[in-house]
């Protein structure tokens, strides 16, 4: 299973790396060179849907918050920190109210931009906390935690509504850790959603420097 | 027969006539031909551009309004280099140091996470738009004005709504006889999240027949009110000068072409030979010539000219007055650059365009003038590791790493007390007081304008506490700032005109303004660029000729 996680995750960097740098041959922003640069920050708060699977019992749907903070450090890169708490009343039935805590950070490619749509691939990396049910009866289940690495890529598409706000929808993969009916660990295979509104952040003059190469 | 010839004649005569007219009066051109002109002639000049290599200068000062209105330079950037403009405004630009390896290790991401000014995005505010297409704007003619002596159109220029983004929006004046865009004014459209369009108001000059080139641009915003949002309190003015466009200036194989033997042959009876102390002499003088020779190569020293010999009067004033005897002769020179700065290359005193534009009078300069006149005077010798050429092989950028002229603390100190002996004799001994106001001046904004008051090649002239002559600091009046019969220092540009191809000096032509209020005195500041435009003296011939064929 270990292995399978990693190639899954070997194959996901590098094509997230290839597209990012073929993509980048071309130039997002045509036009004259701008005098003025520099990193543009954001926050973004938004509603975040998770679809977990449960080790031979089904899906279970979570719903929650997601938080993050983007930096753009170019035209085309940046970098997000993103943290997320999804949970559900009820894990498959089961009463335990189940939840996924996710700190994860990473890259951030634009692919395109027209007029006031971006849209953007990423990669995550960081811990998920997981904490899940596993029923193996109709009477009986397992519950428990497990906080190992997660990661997550996906994309979304950005839409300038002003120029300090701006509305996300993002769909990812999300990778996390759970137990199975034998209580061994096995990975999962998530899908998350969040839409979520982007709050720029301004900058400031004494900040500035000139840039020389 | 001869009533024959006579209607040829006419004929031929309302036939030129005619093509004259085409020529000389735009005015039966329709305003969409006038456009569709414009944008061959912006084609043709785009084109030029990319054959030029021109030195760019900016100057940045950040801005601040104080709770009193007060507006005042909080800090400042500057940045020299050479324009290449084929795949886009590259600079390859002029720095004293380069960033430290252990910078780069402590943090590798320092220039990625601050907010940056971009040389290569002045040097585009040359351009309007590097592929001018009529179809992508909205042109409206708004008037006929006078810039100088070129009659201009002046046209309102916007992009269409589908058209790409980054293009010119603004206004252009289109001088009348060639449909040349002159000035223009305005911004470039869309900007993104992480860059940043500045307002800009660029010039161009007719440098040579049928040539127009850009030579100033003055950049200003003012504050959140016309403001991204992204952008808080981007307060700020800055220019942009251009020159060294003649490509003769740059090419090394010019002294080839234009070598002159004059008295070849040396007819002095008997003094063949050198003497150690006369070689040595020589040796130092080569030294000096070869960075001289250097320096103007590469577009930063202006070439001999008009400027040069009012401050040889001032420090022939200070040599006869104090019957110093110097040998060899004392020359001067004019750096093109703005930082503030003075030096000595052996015997050659140094000034920098800068510091004559600011000095608020000849008192001032003989101040400038006498400490470096001290150096030579007290003999402080120019470095003979440039007596070798091969010292001067290295990037016309790194120019300003490979050569040196600062003098050390105790070289500066033993000026400065020269210096004073110099002037007590001289014919500006009762009128140094706005001197020492200008040290005054020079001090209270060194915390703030470091990239001006930062020497390239010389020694400081103010840091921290201390200035250069604190003798005349200490002696000087009180700094008074209201009152504007005490002007100790004038904005940038104030004094010396540049020709942007010849790199030849001249001194500003305008007339004495009175000051109305304290705010007027700006010194050290950058101010707005409103030269006089007019035709090249070739062009001018052409037009006393008579129109050319189309």
Known sequence: ?213 | MRGFRTIVFLLLVSSMAGVAAENKVPASLSFDQTVDRVVEREHKFVETMQRMHPLAETYIQNLHEDSDRNVEPVNDQYFLGRVDLNNGPRDSVFQKHHKGFLRHVVNPFSAALSTRFLPQGFAQMVILDSDFQKNNYHFSFVRREFLGEARCIVIDVQPREKAPKGLFTGRIWVEDRDFNIVRFNGTYSGHSDYTYYLHFDSWRFNLQADMWLPSYVYVEESGTQHNSALYHDLYLKAQTRLWAYDPEQLNHEEEFTQIKIDNAVDDRPAAKDNAPVEAQRKWERMAEDNAVDHLQKIGVLAPPGDVDKILQTVVNNLIITNKLRIEPDVRCRVLLTLPLESFTIGHTIVVSRGLLDVLPDEASLAMILAHELAHIALGHHVDTRLAFNDRFFFADADAFQHLHFERNAADEEAADNKAMELLESSPYKDKLGNAGLFLKTLQAHSPVLTNLISPRLGSKMASGNTTRMAALFNSAPTLERQRLDQVAALPIGSRIKLDPWSNQLTMVNANPVALVSPREKMPFEVTPFFPFLSYSQTDKKLVAQGPANP
């Not at chain 1, 740098?21 to 990193?39: D, N, T």
């Not at chain 1, 940046?78 to 189940?98: E, F, W």
């Not at chain 1, 904490?131 to 009477?139: F, L, R």
């Open chain 1, 1 to 213: 299973m270990r292995n399978t996680m990693r190639t899954t995750g070997t194959v996901c960097f590098f094509v997230f790396v290839m597209v990012a740098s073929a993509l980048a041959q071309s130039r997002l922003v045509s036009g004259p060179s701008p005098a003025v640069a520099g990193p543009a920050y954001d926050i973004s708060i938004g509603y975040s849907y998770l679809s977990m699977p449960i080790s031979s019992a089904g899906r279970a749907n979570l719903n929650g918050l997601d938080f993050s903070g983007n930096v753009a450090v170019s035209p085309r890169w940046g970098a997000t920190l993103d943290s997320s708490y999804l949970r559900t009343s009820d894990v498959l039935s089961t009463p335990h109210q189940g939840y996924v805590l996710s700190l994860q950070t990473g890259p951030v490619f634009s692919l395109m931009q027209h007029r006031n749509t971006r849209v953007f691939v990423r990669a995550l990396g960081g811990m998920a906390l997981v904490d899940g049910a596993v029923p193996v009866s109709a009477t009986s289940y397992f519950h428990g935690w497990s906080m190992r690495p997660s990661y997550a890529v996906g994309g979304g598409v950005e839409r300038s509504v002003s120029e300090q706000l701006a509305v996300r929808v993002i769909g990812d993969y999300v990778r996390t850790t759970f137990y199975d009916t034998a209580g061994a660990t096995q990975a999962q295979n998530n899908l998350r959603l969040t839409v979520s509104f982007a709050f720029r952040l301004k900058q400031h003059p004494h900040r500035y420097s000139a840039q020389v190469r």
